[in-house]
């Protein structure tokens, strides 16, 4: 036995002394108070200098210190972060060696791995410090932190499980037990352990009375109720017990609004709709008569709706309600006219609510006579007021039947074509001409109900410029934003709406100096700064949108590393697609992936959550964390970054000469004068990569880095700014992870689907190319997504070099002909040519699929080609910059200039301020 290293062998304890010391340093760690922490454990290692656990504890104590410095923003701080997180790791392995029988050192190598969030070989530490010592509460509970976050759910159960076997009398491990079970999908065996809990409390105690934590156990203890099945024939005996226990908990609950509302969503699932309206009117004698679920399901219980839809109108966001869900008929439109515009109805009830009177209006039928003066009374009312958003109010009035759902859900209509048929835009636009011809004649309404202010035909131009815009008239929406602005030079809605109908219109430059226009009135406005930034983007002007933003950003720093700081993901996303149309494909994949980044750490953020709601007793609060947390990756933002990701190294993958932009010019064949210049621009071009990406610049901008500044949060130091690192990574590996990743967390998203076949069929995946072709025809069969991946990848097919493995080679074969209907390639590319010539309306994008289809495979000429876009005179759905860049290219390629000429004519009549084109 080593006499410098006590626990050697035998396992023999420190002395007296060096044992205080040791618990000083597992103190002063906790505390972090880390100085004090090493000075201790040195001492003990003057005298044990192989003693493992102190070994193991001071490599923990300089892993925090080294934390604390790795994200400073000082080259030489963060090099000694980096040197001392090394020697970290080095004293931690080094203390295990010396005593690999201790759970301290195995404990303590789980904590190191947990701090670099490498969660699997931390969990494999603490199950090997547990095998040594079993009952230590400490690393069952932060191994059970780390499975919960892993989404280990069956073994978080059991971790739980023996947690409370060793600690039967604390309440959070009963609840942290129940809540494990209840994540493992048994609702029921959930509130029987909380039946066990309370029956484990004397009465009277604290848990009976009424406060904050016994609400929301009872409530939690409820909900649980509603997910078990119970033994009853229709499945419903979980929301029977819950309905009668919400009455046992009554004078328990503090969160009364809470426990009505689960109470009204119980009566509609059991068919309970008497009841359920008297629940409806506490709510809204509660103030509730603005919130649209509460209408919802007071539609719901007023037509008897059946439990599924009961339970769809409850998950409704925003203004969403029954009559926007589903078309309705006229029984049951009069039931609801009568329940919220009779002499007893709500909105006598309620004369003062705004979403009431609103609701009515949405409830009326759009053709009838009371539809008409209801809107108008509203358009009036509205306009005399001033208020902006009515034009996006009344937009979503423009309700129409779903294709994709055979008519038994609505949506909104978006594009111009549907807007411009729908009857409530053809009234509106009728109402407001009115309006306009009565106010700039007589200063009044048609209807004559006495003197407007001046300003009454001022909004009556805005709203009408608004319905321009709708519907893609670009030009006479100008003529009347200018009156606007003419009248009144001071208000800057009317400069972003111009600014709008430019961008729209195809002049991204003027909109970005007319938006600029109306930030300079009012420079304290944040909203019309970002969108000022964000037209700058758009428009290319780099600069200039990081000057704008600048302004509400902090003075230490750049306002780039602020932003990431700030997680900014809009402004991220806007200059990842300003350098990716300017093919800077590293710096713009270095954009895309800070946005990746956010949203790990959000995942990230979770872990400090795990324990702290368990104790503080917010068991619902955290139930819909875990759930928003586990879909994080199916959010808009991190679709659109992942996407652009997957994009640009397929692209890069097809075209290995877009690196070449890149690299060094050649020198040598230059005149001196042109060598000077591409020399200059190489400068400037590595100047603002190194400022645009590097997050190390924290001197203050206007203070000269002088000591009356305020310090500001170390940040991390971005080593890559030019994105090279990520250029040199395997394209296709990258853009598999990233299309997997959007496939399971957007599965019902068409373009999810689409990223995953591209990337399918490069990596020579013909199976999985075809499962992604049935997914793209179970969400939308009619998308110009599908049919031009079907015709790629028939051809693909052909042309292939060697086949895949038998089996594949016969699912490919009965499966594939299914896609297009048992037809033909050539059969099923002719319908399609028939489809779009026979409907008008059909969208750009698909036209220029189809006529792409037809040059590739020769099925028509090449004025064949042209006509199938040429004929719908631009008069077609999904008409807009992008997909008219797309159908000039391919025309460009095959219909030479007089094909060119043709559609740039049709192009100055949509798009009248189109430049740059």
């Given at each position: 036995?080593?006499?410098?290293?006590?626990?050697?062998?035998?396992?023999?304890?420190?002395?007296?002394?060096?044992?205080?010391?040791?618990?000083?340093?597992?103190?002063?760690?906790?505390?972090?108070?880390?100085k004090?922490?090493?000075?201790?454990?040195?001492q003990?290692?003057?005298?044990?200098?192989?003693?493992?656990?102190?070994?193991?504890?001071?490599?923990?104590?300089?892993?925090?210190?080294?934390?604390?410095?790795?994200?400073?923003?000082?080259?030489?701080?963060?090099?000694?972060?980096?040197?001392?997180?090394?020697?970290?790791?080095?004293?931690?392995?080094?203390?295990?060696?010396?005593?690999?029988?201790?759970?301290?050192?195995?404990?303590?190598?789980?904590?190191?791995?947990?701090s670099?969030?490498?969660?699997?070989?931390?969990?494999?530490?603490?199950?090997?410090?547990?095998?040594?010592?079993?009952?230590?509460?400490?690393?069952?509970?932060?191994?059970?932190?780390?499975?919960?976050?892993?989404?280990?759910?069956?073994?978080?159960?059991?971790?739980?499980?023996?947690?409370?076997?060793?600690?039967?009398?604390?309440?959070?491990?009963?609840?942290?037990?129940?809540?494990?079970?209840?994540?493992?999908g048994?609702?029921?065996?959930?509130?029987?352990?909380?039946?066990?809990?309370?029956?484990?409390?004397?009465?009277?105690?604290?848990?009976?009375?009424?406060?904050?934590?016994?609400?929301?156990?009872?409530?939690?203890?409820?909900?649980?109720?509603?997910?078990?099945?119970?033994?009853?024939?229709?499945?419903?005996?979980?929301?029977?017990?819950?309905?009668?226990?919400?009455?046992?908990?009554?004078?328990?609950?503090?969160?009364?609004?809470?426990?009505?509302?689960?109470?009204?969503?119980?009566?509609?699932?059991?068919?309970?709709?008497?009841?359920?309206?008297?629940?409806?009117?506490?709510?809204?004698?509660?103030?509730?008569?603005?919130?649209?679920?509460?209408?919802?399901?007071?539609?719901?219980?007023?037509?008897?709706?059946?439990?599924?839809?009961?339970?769809?109108?409850?998950?409704?966001?925003?203004?969403?309600?029954?009559?926007?869900?589903?078309?309705?008929?006229?029984?049951?439109?009069?039931?609801?006219?009568?329940?919220y515009?009779?002499?007893?109805?709500?909105?006598?009830?309620?004369?003062?609510?705004?979403?009431?009177?609103?609701?009515?209006?949405?409830?009326?039928?759009?053709?009838?006579?009371?539809?008409?003066?209801?809107?108008?009374?509203?358009?009036?009312?509205?306009?005399?007021?001033?208020?902006?958003?009515?034009?996006?109010?009344?937009?979503?009035?423009?309700?129409?039947?779903?294709s994709?759902?055979?008519?038994?859900?609505?949506?909104?209509?978006?594009?111009?074509?549907?807007?411009?048929?729908?009857?409530?835009?053809?009234?509106?636009?009728?109402?407001?001409?009115?309006?306009?011809?009565?106010?700039?004649?007589?200063?009044?309404?048609?209807?004559?109900?006495?003197?407007?202010?001046?300003?009454?035909?001022?909004?009556?131009?805005?709203?009408?410029?608004?319905l321009?815009?709708?519907?893609?008239?670009?030009?006479?929406?100008?003529?009347?934003?200018?009156?606007?602005?003419?009248?009144?030079?001071?208000?800057?809605?009317?400069?972003?709406?111009?600014?709008?109908?430019?961008?729209?219109?195809?002049?991204?430059?003027?909109?970005?100096?007319?938006?600029?226009?109306?930030?300079?009135?009012?420079?304290?406005?944040?909203?019309?700064?970002?969108?000022?930034?964000?037209t700058?983007?758009?428009?290319?002007?780099?600069?200039?949108?990081?000057?704008?933003?600048?302004?509400?950003?902090?003075?230490?720093?750049?306002?780039?590393?602020?932003?990431?700081?700030?997680?900014?993901?809009?402004?991220?996303?806007?200059?990842?697609?300003?350098?990716?149309?300017?093919?800077?494909?590293?710096?713009?994949?270095?954009?895309?992936m800070?946005?990746?980044?956010?949203?790990?750490?959000?995942?990230?953020?979770?872990?400090?959550?795990?324990?702290?709601?368990?104790?503080?007793?917010?068991?619902?609060?955290?139930?819909?964390?875990?759930?928003f947390?586990?879909d994080?990756?199916?959010l808009?933002?991190?679709?659109?970054?992942?996407?652009?990701?997957?994009?640009?190294?397929?692209y890069?993958?097809?075209?290995?000469?877009?690196?070449?932009?890149?690299a060094?010019?050649?020198y040598?064949?230059?005149?001196?004068?042109?060598?000077?210049?591409?020399?200059n621009?190489?400068?400037?071009?590595?100047?603002?990569?190194?400022?645009?990406?590097?997050?190390?610049?924290?001197?203050?901008?206007?203070?000269?880095?002088?000591?009356?500044?305020?310090?500001?949060?170390?940040?991390?130091?971005?080593?890559?700014?030019?994105?090279?690192?990520l250029?040199?990574?395997?394209?296709?590996?990258?853009?598999?992870?990233?299309?997997?990743?959007?496939?399971?967390?957007?599965?019902?998203?068409?373009?999810?689907?689409?990223?995953?076949?591209?990337?399918?069929?490069?990596?020579?995946?013909?199976?999985?190319?075809?499962?992604?072709?049935?997914?793209?025809?179970?969400?939308?069969?009619?998308?110009?997504?599908?049919?031009?991946?079907?015709?790629?990848?028939?051809?693909?097919?052909e042309?292939?070099?060697?086949?895949?493995?038998?089996?594949?080679?016969?699912?490919?074969s009965?499966?594939?002909?299914?896609?297009?209907?048992?037809?033909?390639?050539?059969?099923?590319?002719?319908?399609?040519?028939?489809?779009?010539?026979?409907?008008a309306?059909?969208?750009?994008?698909?036209?220029?699929?189809?006529?792409k289809?037809?040059?590739?495979?020769?099925?028509?000429?090449a004025?064949?080609?042209?006509?199938?876009?040429?004929?719908?005179?631009?008069?077609?759905?999904?008409?807009?910059?992008?997909?008219?860049?797309?159908?000039?290219?391919?025309?460009?390629?095959?219909?030479?200039?007089?094909?060119?000429g043709?559609?740039?004519?049709?192009?100055?009549?949509?798009?009248?301020?189109?430049?740059?084109?």
């Amino acid at each position: 036995m080593s006499s410098d290293n006590p626990q050697q062998g035998q396992g023999r304890p420190l002395p007296k002394k060096e044992q205080d010391l040791f618990k000083n340093v597992v103190k002063f760690y906790e505390s972090k108070n880390y100085k004090k922490g090493m000075k201790n454990a040195d001492q003990i290692l003057k005298r044990f200098p192989n003693h493992g656990e102190t070994l193991c504890m001071k490599g923990l104590i300089l892993n925090g210190m080294a934390i604390s410095a790795v994200g400073g923003s000082k080259d030489k701080k963060r090099e000694e972060g980096e040197e001392m997180k090394k020697e970290a790791v080095e004293l931690v392995k080094r203390g295990l060696m010396m005593d690999m029988r201790s759970h301290v050192c195995w404990h303590v190598y789980g904590l190191l791995h947990r701090s670099s969030q490498n969660y699997t070989e931390a969990i494999k530490a603490y199950k090997q410090a547990l095998r040594i010592d079993e009952e230590n509460l400490q690393i069952l509970r932060d191994m059970s932190l780390l499975q919960i976050q892993m989404r280990d759910l069956i073994g978080f159960k059991e971790t739980r499980l023996r947690i409370l076997t060793l600690r039967p009398s604390s309440k959070v491990h009963w609840l942290s037990y129940a809540l494990s079970v209840h994540v493992n999908g048994d609702a029921e065996a959930a509130v029987g352990i909380l039946d066990s809990y309370f029956g484990t409390l004397e009465e009277g105690c604290e848990e009976f009375q009424k406060n904050f934590e016994s609400s929301e156990l009872a409530l939690y203890k409820n909900q649980l109720l509603s997910e078990t099945k119970g033994e009853d024939e229709d499945g419903l005996g979980g929301v029977r017990k819950a309905l009668e226990h919400l009455d046992e908990i009554e004078t328990v609950v503090v969160d009364q609004t809470g426990w009505l509302k689960a109470k009204l969503s119980y009566q509609l699932q059991l068919g309970k709709f008497e009841d359920a309206k008297d629940t409806v009117f506490i709510l809204f004698e509660r103030g509730l008569t603005e919130e649209h679920r509460v209408h919802g399901a007071y539609m719901c219980a007023l037509l008897k709706c059946d439990r599924a839809t009961c339970l769809e109108v409850e998950k409704m966001k925003g203004t969403g309600t029954l009559v926007t869900l589903r078309p309705i008929s006229e029984e049951e439109r009069n039931i609801l006219l009568d329940a919220y515009g009779s002499k007893h109805g709500l909105s006598k009830l309620y004369p003062r609510s705004n979403g009431i009177k609103r609701i009515y209006i949405t409830i009326l039928p759009t053709n009838g006579e009371e539809f008409k003066t209801a809107i108008d009374k509203y358009c009036q009312k509205q306009i005399t007021k001033g208020v902006p958003s009515l034009g996006a109010d009344l937009s979503s009035l423009y309700l129409m039947e779903d294709s994709l759902s055979s008519g038994s859900r609505l949506m909104l209509a978006a594009d111009p074509l549907d807007v411009k048929a729908h009857p409530v835009h053809v009234l509106l636009v009728d109402l407001i001409e009115a309006y306009i011809t009565s106010l700039s004649s007589n200063n009044s309404f048609p209807s004559g109900d006495g003197e407007c202010p001046p300003s009454a035909l001022l909004w009556a131009w805005y709203l009408r410029s608004i319905l321009h815009e709708q519907v893609a008239e670009y030009a006479q929406g100008i003529t009347l934003i200018n009156k606007c602005i003419d009248h009144t030079p001071t208000a800057v809605d009317f400069y972003e709406l111009k600014a709008r109908l430019l961008e729209a219109g195809g002049d991204i430059q003027q909109a970005a100096d007319v938006i600029d226009a109306g930030r300079d009135l009012d420079h304290q406005d944040r909203y019309i700064n970002n969108q000022t930034t964000k037209t700058f983007l758009r428009a290319g002007r780099d600069e200039d949108a990081k000057k704008r933003i600048a302004l509400f950003t902090r003075e230490q720093g750049t306002p780039e590393q602020y932003l990431y700081d700030m997680q900014c993901a809009w402004y991220e996303l806007e200059l990842a697609d300003l350098l990716r149309r300017k093919g800077e494909f590293g710096r713009s994949l270095r954009k895309y992936m800070a946005v990746v980044k956010h949203y790990e750490d959000y995942h990230e953020d979770q872990f400090d959550f795990h324990s702290y709601c368990i104790r503080k007793v917010t068991m619902r609060a955290y139930c819909n964390l875990l759930r928003f947390e586990d879909d994080l990756w199916g959010l808009p933002n991190y679709g659109r970054a992942a996407e652009e990701i997957v994009k640009i190294y397929l692209y890069i993958h097809d075209n290995p000469s877009a690196l070449e932009s890149d690299a060094e010019p050649d020198y040598s064949k230059m005149t001196p004068a042109e060598r000077k210049k591409a020399k200059n621009m190489a400068r400037k071009k590595k100047n603002a990569a190194g400022k645009g990406g590097s997050k190390s610049d924290t001197k203050s901008n206007s203070n000269g880095g002088s000591g009356n500044v305020k310090k500001s949060k170390p940040h991390a130091i971005d080593e890559d700014p030019s994105g090279k690192e990520l250029l040199a990574l395997n394209y296709l590996d990258e853009a598999k992870k990233y299309a997997a990743i959007l496939a399971r967390h957007s599965p019902k998203s068409v373009s999810s689907w689409a990223l995953q076949y591209d990337v399918s069929v490069r990596r020579g995946k013909m199976l999985m190319g075809l499962q992604s072709l049935f997914k793209m025809k179970s969400i939308d069969s009619n998308c110009h997504q599908l049919f031009s991946r079907v015709v790629d990848f028939s051809r693909r097919l052909e042309s292939r070099s060697s086949k895949c493995h038998d089996t594949s080679e016969e699912i490919i074969s009965a499966e594939f002909p299914k896609l297009m209907g048992g037809k033909t390639l050539s059969e099923f590319v002719n319908s399609a040519i028939e489809r779009v010539k026979s409907d008008a309306a059909t969208d750009l994008p698909m036209r220029t699929a189809v006529a792409k289809a037809i040059v590739t495979l020769g099925e028509g000429s090449a004025p064949d080609s042209l006509s199938v876009i040429l004929d719908s005179k631009l008069n077609c759905r999904c008409v807009n910059v992008d997909s008219c860049r797309e159908a000039l290219e391919f025309i460009a390629s095959v219909g030479g200039d007089s094909g060119k000429g043709q559609f740039k004519a049709l192009l100055v009549t949509k798009f009248p301020f189109l430049k740059d084109f």
